[in-house]
Each structure stands twice: as structure tokens, then as C-alpha cells.
């Protein structure tokens, strides 16, 4: 619980007995980021040793429809369930034999779904007399989790948690307003309630309860505050007292919306990582939380320290939306003079988060029409260092319905097929680093949105993508990062921002001898080759190549991975096809002629010179062998010519045995 919130700021204080009796621990204000603890995800070793699960949607609330529904037809004399359902609430009762079946070894399901009551015996909320205050229903979540782990899969528990009716009914203080004081709320989901407050507290508590019944761990979706903020709760009050002059503006004063966000942004990442610190002592509990909006890297809803709270969720084409990027490219077309593609902004997103996070983003990758479409997806994100979490249709667990607008089932049991090939490759991996990026958020926080773009964001993309290409081991980091964290792996720290680095960040390079090299916007007319004669020292270094492909055709994307405890280096090669990807909803499908092919992959074979000494071999035989299909390449020395005839390519080098 959240007794001591945040020390620096005065706190707010409200009645410990809120709405009828309702025990909770009084709200406490939102520190700066400054004296935030961030400790790094806890990341349980399953999680990292399968690099594709399976998301689902089988709702409790639509089983209680289902439900409803079938004593109406009974009464009609009709059949209870249509086929259809049928087929549905097979999925429901037996989703753990079913993603066996298909080959997942861990899924998401759905727990809580929007503002419905807990569907557990849940302890909060109490009365004054400590008695809990909910109808104490069945537990309808310990045998879900029975029923998966009977199956050897890992249960992940989807909670919604911004909404809950009951709780509003009875603290409807706790509900967030827009900036005109009207309720703030998801359409289809409730009202957003502020999770700063001591509905915060709630959350918490039953989080704990869901893994007492054995959930391998939890999901948070979303965005956990309304995007264009929270105001008339606990949390503007606290906005209020830490920024005296903006309190005297009105809530339609530009600059005042605009910290208020950032504010929110802060206090997010305050929430979600106590509500991990209770999970810690528990290495084998995974704590996933949605940062929807941090690939962006121009839209400052959420924080990087928000990805430090657990596992970071993400969406397979998030980085490119428009409306996540505010609109930036449609509102400011001359920009698009100097974007890189899109492939590139996607994969700067999973590189930023893994970095922060130190554990493998969670991408949702939803209604992939065709295997070679998802085939290529799965590669990007796990070329990059995520986990691919493959939606998959409820009627598709058990069966194979194949609605439009979901990935088919075939499909779906090859992609999983492809896990048990991935999972020993990968354990106990990681991307090789050199050099570092340097995105600062608090740069970017003091810009408008064009100028966001421009002097930061902008140019870190362009630079990532020009050290991309030439096959630079590199690494996308934040502020916090480049103030306290180990820079020893990296030769080299770029930033765009030199000029307005803090003490204790400059401190912290010197204290680790790393080269820094500025690259400062220069102006739009030849800005590609001012950062490549920038960044001639880096290019020039052999150390940064330990592997180097010769002629690698334009865009294709390589990754360096390596396994010491294993003796074991991966190289990862992906076309930059896979930002083509198409994905689909139910309610939204692609036609039949919408359906689109990949661009073909003709035989391309290039060079790869591999520098042994770099990569921690001394006189020892390499064996090579195609990851994917477990042919071998033979015993390259320093140089070996492989073909590339596919969208994805992962070679395997270790000691002969």
C-alpha cells in the first residue's frame, strides 16, 4: 500500500473512510521524477525463454451475456447456444488444452475487461467494521489458471485498470474530468478513475490477489490515464501545489495543460512501479504494463520510467500512427524531407524499450491474414529484441472458424510451431551494444511539438538509422539512463542534445571514459551526410563491426546477439518488408483482394566477415547453423556467404562439439 507516496510534495489529504466506509490509505502527491527509485523490471526466466505468445480475448463479461441470452432462448424454445457459442465457450472452459493444442505456451486472457466488479471473492473495498464490502461471488479465475497449468501453459491475467463502477459509485472523487469538468471516460470501457488516489490502493490489492490464485502474471492495457488528462481528482491538486504560478492559470491555458500532462506522465510511472515492487520477491511473476505511446518518442504522455515498472507493453505498428504521434507528419508535411522509414521508426521503439526496461517489450501483433506476413512480423520484433504476442481469435483456440479479420489457425500453429525452434537459440541472449543513442525527454518536454521533432527526436531516428546500416551494435537510451546507469558496454555516446546535459549526466560519462559526440540538428538542406561526417569516428572504429555483411541490400535490418554463459552468437537479419506487415480487427477486416503480399525476396547472396577475437572465440572451431531450419553452414573462419532468399534469416555460431 501507499502510505508514503512522495515525500517531496505536500500531501493531500483526504478522509481515511471514504464513500460508504470504504478503508483505503489517504492519496499522497506525485513526486518529481527526480526522487523516484526506479529498480528495473523483474523479468521471470519464462518468460524470456519463449519469444512468442498467444493474446486472447475470452471475456467473463461475455460469458455472463452468453449466459443471459441462453435462458432467453431456452424460454423461446430455442437452442440454448448456437454452434458459434458453442464453439466459444469450449475456448472459455478449456483455453489451457486449447493453446496447447495450437502450440502456445503462454496466453493472455481476459480477467477484468473494462468497469465490472471483480469476478473473484475480492478483500476490498471493506466498511468501517473491516467487512468486505462486494458480493462474494464465486471464484471464477483459480480454475482458469488450474485449467492452463494442467496444461503446461503460463497464465497471463488481462486487467483493466482505469474503471471500476463500484468503486466510482462510491468515491466519485476519484473519477477523472476533462479540462471543462464533464466525466472523462473510455467509450466502451467506463470512467477513467485516478489511479494516484487511493483507488490506486484497490488496483493493488487485488493485483496481489490474482497471483495468490497462481496467474503467472498480470497485463495492464492501455493508456491508464485519459490522454488529455486527468483533471478535478487528487492529482490536479497535487499539480497545484507543486506548481504555484501555473495554479493561478486557468485549465484552458495551453502551458498549464500541457505540465499537467507531464505531471500525470510522472505519477504514472510512480503508480505502476510500486504496484511491481509488491510482485518483486517473486522471480517467476511477470508484471506487463502498457506504454503505449513511448515509441513515439514525441508525445510525452508517458514516461520511459514508466517501461522501468515491469515488462512494457506495446503494439506492432504503434510508432507509426498517426494519431499516437499527435498528427505531427500530416500537421507539419515538411517534415516527412527527412523521415526515416518506417521500418526504422518501429524498430527504434522495441530498441528503446528493451533498453530501459531490460526486458523483452511485449508487442501485440494482431490479425495477421497470411504466414508470411506474420512469419515476418514475429522476426522483426524478436530481431529486435521483444516477444511477440500473436493475437488469436476466440473461436480460433479449440477450432478453426477462421472469422475475417482474425489470423488463421493454420497459420497461427505454424508461428507457434516456430517457438520451440526460437526458445534455446535465445535463452540466456542478449543484443550486442556499442554505441548509444542519447534521447532525452527532458529536452524534448521544453518543445513544441514541430520543434520536438526537429532539434530531438528527429534527429536520434536519423542517426539510429544511419548506424543501422552500417551494422553498428546500438542502443537507444533515456536521461536516467545517461545520469546513473552502467555505461561501461559502450564505446561511444551520441546525443543530439549535448549542450543541455545535466552535471550529473556529464558526471557520469566522464566517471565512464566513453566517447561523446555531438550531432545537434543541423539544418534540413544535407542533413544525412553532416551526421555521417559526425559520426566518422564511429564508422571508422573496427571495434564497432565486429560482423560486418558486405552488400547487405538497402534497408535490410541486422542484429547481433550474444549468449556468453553459452559460448553462443546470433546474427539476426531482417527485410525491412516487415513494417508492410497488414493487421486487422474483427470489426474492421481486410477484403480478399485487400489481402497483400509481402515484397518478394529473391536469391541475394552476400559476404560475412566475422572478426572471432571481438566475439569472444580464441583458437576454437566455429560451427554455423540456420537457426530457422537447423541446416547447417558448415565451419566458417572469418569469412562465409550465406543466401539470403527469405524475410528473416537467424544464424546460429558456436564451439564444434
Given at each position: 500500500?501507499?502510505?508514503?507516496?512522495?515525500?517531496?510534495?505536500?500531501?493531500?489529504?483526504?478522509?481515511?473512510?471514504?464513500?460508504?466506509?470504504?478503508?483505503?490509505?489517504?492519496?499522497?502527491?506525485?513526486?518529481?521524477?527526480?526522487?523516484?527509485?526506479?529498480?528495473?523490471?523483474?523479468?521471470?526466466?519464462?518468460?524470456?525463454?519463449?519469444?512468442?505468445?498467444?493474446?486472447?480475448?475470452?471475456?467473463?463479461?461475455?460469458?455472463?451475456?452468453?449466459?443471459?441470452?441462453?435462458?432467453?432462448?431456452?424460454?423461446?424454445?430455442?437452442?440454448?447456444?448456437?454452434?458459434?457459442?458453442?464453439?466459444?465457450?469450449?475456448?472459455?472452459?478449456?483455453?489451457?488444452?486449447?493453446?496447447?493444442?495450437?502450440?502456445?505456451?503462454?496466453?493472455?486472457?481476459?480477467?477484468?475487461?473494462?468497469?465490472?466488479?471483480?469476478?473473484?471473492?475480492?478483500?476490498?473495498?471493506?466498511?468501517?467494521?473491516?467487512?468486505?464490502?462486494?458480493?462474494?461471488?464465486?471464484?471464477?479465475?483459480?480454475?482458469?489458471?488450474?485449467?492452463?497449468?494442467?496444461?503446461?501453459?503460463?497464465?497471463?491475467?488481462?486487467?483493466?485498470?482505469?474503471?471500476?463502477?463500484?468503486?466510482?459509485?462510491?468515491?466519485?472523487?476519484?473519477?477523472?474530468?476533462?479540462?471543462?469538468?464533464?466525466?472523462?471516460?473510455?467509450?466502451?470501457?467506463?470512467?477513467?478513475?485516478?489511479?494516484?488516489?487511493?483507488?490506486?490502493?484497490?488496483?493493488?490489492?487485488?493485483?496481489?490477489?490474482?497471483?495468490?490464485?497462481?496467474?503467472?502474471?498480470?497485463?495492464?492495457?492501455?493508456?491508464?490515464?485519459?490522454?488529455?488528462?486527468?483533471?478535478?481528482?487528487?492529482?490536479?491538486?497535487?499539480?497545484?501545489?507543486?506548481?504555484?504560478?501555473?495554479?493561478?492559470?486557468?485549465?484552458?491555458?495551453?502551458?498549464?495543460?500541457?505540465?499537467?500532462?507531464?505531471?500525470?506522465?510522472?505519477?504514472?510511472?510512480?503508480?505502476?512501479?510500486?504496484?511491481?515492487?509488491?510482485?518483486?520477491?517473486?522471480?517467476?511473476?511477470?508484471?506487463?504494463?502498457?506504454?503505449?505511446?513511448?515509441?513515439?518518442?514525441?508525445?510525452?504522455?508517458?514516461?520511459?520510467?514508466?517501461?522501468?515498472?515491469?515488462?512494457?507493453?506495446?503494439?506492432?505498428?504503434?510508432?507509426?500512427?498517426?494519431?499516437?504521434?499527435?498528427?505531427?507528419?500530416?500537421?507539419?508535411?515538411?517534415?516527412?524531407?527527412?523521415?526515416?522509414?518506417?521500418?526504422?521508426?518501429?524498430?527504434?521503439?522495441?530498441?528503446?524499450?528493451?533498453?530501459?526496461?531490460?526486458?523483452?517489450?511485449?508487442?501485440?501483433?494482431?490479425?495477421?491474414?497470411?504466414?508470411?506476413?506474420?512469419?515476418?512480423?514475429?522476426?522483426?520484433?524478436?530481431?529486435?529484441?521483444?516477444?511477440?504476442?500473436?493475437?488469436?481469435?476466440?473461436?480460433?483456440?479449440?477450432?478453426?472458424?477462421?472469422?475475417?479479420?482474425?489470423?488463421?489457425?493454420?497459420?497461427?500453429?505454424?508461428?507457434?510451431?516456430?517457438?520451440?525452434?526460437?526458445?534455446?537459440?535465445?535463452?540466456?541472449?542478449?543484443?550486442?551494444?556499442?554505441?548509444?543513442?542519447?534521447?532525452?525527454?527532458?529536452?524534448?518536454?521544453?518543445?513544441?511539438?514541430?520543434?520536438?521533432?526537429?532539434?530531438?527526436?528527429?534527429?536520434?531516428?536519423?542517426?539510429?538509422?544511419?548506424?543501422?546500416?552500417?551494422?553498428?551494435?546500438?542502443?537507444?537510451?533515456?536521461?536516467?539512463?545517461?545520469?546513473?546507469?552502467?555505461?561501461?558496454?559502450?564505446?561511444?555516446?551520441?546525443?543530439?542534445?549535448?549542450?543541455?546535459?545535466?552535471?550529473?549526466?556529464?558526471?557520469?560519462?566522464?566517471?565512464?571514459?566513453?566517447?561523446?559526440?555531438?550531432?545537434?540538428?543541423?539544418?534540413?538542406?544535407?542533413?544525412?551526410?553532416?551526421?555521417?561526417?559526425?559520426?566518422?569516428?564511429?564508422?571508422?572504429?573496427?571495434?564497432?563491426?565486429?560482423?560486418?555483411?558486405?552488400?547487405?541490400?538497402?534497408?535490410?535490418?541486422?542484429?547481433?546477439?550474444?549468449?556468453?554463459?553459452?559460448?553462443?552468437?546470433?546474427?539476426?537479419?531482417?527485410?525491412?518488408?516487415?513494417?508492410?506487415?497488414?493487421?486487422?480487427?474483427?470489426?474492421?477486416?481486410?477484403?480478399?483482394q485487400g489481402i497483400k503480399s509481402l515484397p518478394s525476396t529473391r536469391s541475394q547472396p552476400v559476404s560475412i566477415e566475422i572478426d572471432w577475437q571481438q566475439l569472444g572465440y580464441s583458437n576454437q572451431t566455429i560451427c554455423a547453423t540456420d537457426g530457422l531450419t537447423g541446416q547447417s553452414l558448415g565451419r566458417p573462419r572469418q569469412r562465409m556467404k550465406v543466401d539470403l532468399k527469405a524475410q528473416w534469416h537467424l544464424l546460429s555460431f558456436e564451439p564444434c562439439s
Amino acid at each position: 500500500m501507499r502510505q508514503n507516496r512522495l515525500k517531496s510534495l505536500p500531501t493531500t489529504k483526504l478522509s481515511l473512510a471514504i464513500g460508504f466506509g470504504v478503508l483505503v490509505s489517504p492519496a499522497i502527491a506525485c513526486a518529481p521524477v527526480e526522487s523516484i527509485p526506479f529498480r528495473g523490471a523483474a523479468v521471470p526466466d519464462w518468460y524470456e525463454a519463449h519469444r512468442i505468445h498467444a493474446h486472447s480475448r475470452i471475456s467473463p463479461l461475455a460469458y455472463a451475456r452468453y449466459k443471459k441470452n441462453a435462458q432467453r432462448r431456452a424460454q423461446k424454445g430455442k437452442p440454448a447456444y448456437p454452434p458459434r457459442i458453442q464453439t466459444w465457450l469450449e475456448a472459455y472452459r478449456k483455453a489451457g488444452a486449447g493453446f496447447k493444442k495450437l502450440g502456445a505456451p503462454a496466453f493472455t486472457r481476459h480477467i477484468k475487461t473494462q468497469d465490472e466488479d471483480p469476478i473473484w471473492p475480492s478483500a476490498v473495498p471493506v466498511d468501517a467494521q473491516g467487512r468486505p464490502q462486494l458480493r462474494q461471488v464465486k471464484n471464477q479465475v483459480q480454475p482458469m489458471v488450474t485449467e492452463a497449468h494442467a496444461a503446461g501453459r503460463k497464465f497471463l491475467a488481462y486487467y483493466w485498470d482505469v474503471s471500476d463502477t463500484r468503486m466510482f459509485k462510491l468515491n466519485p472523487e476519484w473519477g477523472c474530468k476533462t479540462v471543462n469538468g464533464a466525466p472523462a471516460g473510455h467509450k466502451a470501457k467506463g470512467q477513467y478513475l485516478d489511479i494516484s488516489s487511493p483507488f490506486g490502493d484497490v488496483v493493488a490489492q487485488r493485483l496481489q490477489e490474482l497471483q495468490r490464485y497462481g496467474a503467472d502474471g498480470v497485463y495492464l492495457d492501455f493508456r491508464h490515464y485519459p490522454p488529455e488528462g486527468c483533471y478535478g481528482t487528487a492529482l490536479e491538486s497535487s499539480f497545484r501545489q507543486a506548481n504555484p504560478r501555473l495554479a493561478r492559470r486557468k485549465r484552458t491555458f495551453p502551458t498549464y495543460q500541457e505540465a499537467l500532462k507531464q505531471f500525470q506522465a510522472k505519477a504514472m510511472a510512480k503508480v505502476m512501479n510500486e504496484w511491481s515492487e509488491q510482485f518483486r520477491n517473486d522471480p517467476n511473476f511477470a508484471f506487463i504494463v502498457s506504454t503505449t505511446s513511448l515509441p513515439t518518442l514525441v508525445n510525452p504522455e508517458m514516461t520511459a520510467d514508466l517501461a522501468r515498472a515491469g515488462i512494457p507493453k506495446t503494439e506492432y505498428h504503434v510508432a507509426t500512427r498517426h494519431g499516437i504521434n499527435l498528427r505531427l507528419f500530416r500537421n507539419h508535411p515538411d517534415l516527412l524531407l527527412n523521415k526515416p522509414s518506417d521500418a526504422v521508426q518501429m524498430a527504434l521503439g522495441w530498441n528503446l524499450l528493451r533498453t530501459i526496461s531490460g526486458a523483452s517489450p511485449h508487442v501485440w501483433i494482431n490479425g495477421v491474414p497470411t504466414y508470411e506476413q506474420l512469419f515476418s512480423a514475429v522476426g522483426a520484433v524478436v530481431t529486435h529484441g521483444g516477444v511477440a504476442n500473436v493475437d488469436v481469435d476466440e473461436l480460433n483456440i479449440t477450432a478453426a472458424v477462421n472469422r475475417r479479420g482474425a489470423t488463421p489457425r493454420d497459420v497461427l500453429e505454424k508461428i507457434f510451431a516456430l517457438d520451440q525452434q526460437l526458445g534455446p537459440l535465445f535463452e540466456g541472449a542478449a543484443p550486442v551494444r556499442r554505441v548509444a543513442v542519447h534521447f532525452s525527454e527532458t529536452s524534448r518536454n521544453k518543445r513544441s511539438l514541430r520543434k520536438r521533432w526537429i532539434d530531438v527526436a528527429g534527429p536520434v531516428t536519423e542517426v539510429f538509422e544511419l548506424l543501422l546500416d552500417k551494422q553498428i551494435p546500438t542502443a537507444v537510451i533515456d536521461d536516467r539512463i545517461l545520469a546513473e546507469g552502467d555505461l561501461s558496454v559502450y564505446q561511444h555516446i551520441i546525443s543530439p542534445t549535448v549542450s543541455e546535459l545535466s552535471e550529473q549526466q556529464q558526471k557520469n560519462i566522464d566517471r565512464h571514459n566513453v566517447k561523446l559526440l555531438s550531432i545537434e540538428a543541423p539544418p534540413a538542406f544535407n542533413r544525412t551526410r553532416r551526421y555521417r561526417k559526425a559520426l566518422t569516428p564511429v564508422f571508422k572504429d573496427p571495434a564497432m563491426t565486429p560482423v560486418k555483411i558486405e552488400a547487405l541490400p538497402e534497408g535490410y535490418q541486422a542484429v547481433l546477439w550474444s549468449a556468453p554463459k553459452k559460448q553462443k552468437t546470433l546474427l539476426s537479419i531482417i527485410s525491412p518488408s516487415f513494417s508492410q506487415v497488414q493487421t486487422q480487427t474483427l470489426a474492421h477486416p481486410l477484403s480478399t483482394q485487400g489481402i497483400k503480399s509481402l515484397p518478394s525476396t529473391r536469391s541475394q547472396p552476400v559476404s560475412i566477415e566475422i572478426d572471432w577475437q571481438q566475439l569472444g572465440y580464441s583458437n576454437q572451431t566455429i560451427c554455423a547453423t540456420d537457426g530457422l531450419t537447423g541446416q547447417s553452414l558448415g565451419r566458417p573462419r572469418q569469412r562465409m556467404k550465406v543466401d539470403l532468399k527469405a524475410q528473416w534469416h537467424l544464424l546460429s555460431f558456436e564451439p564444434c562439439s
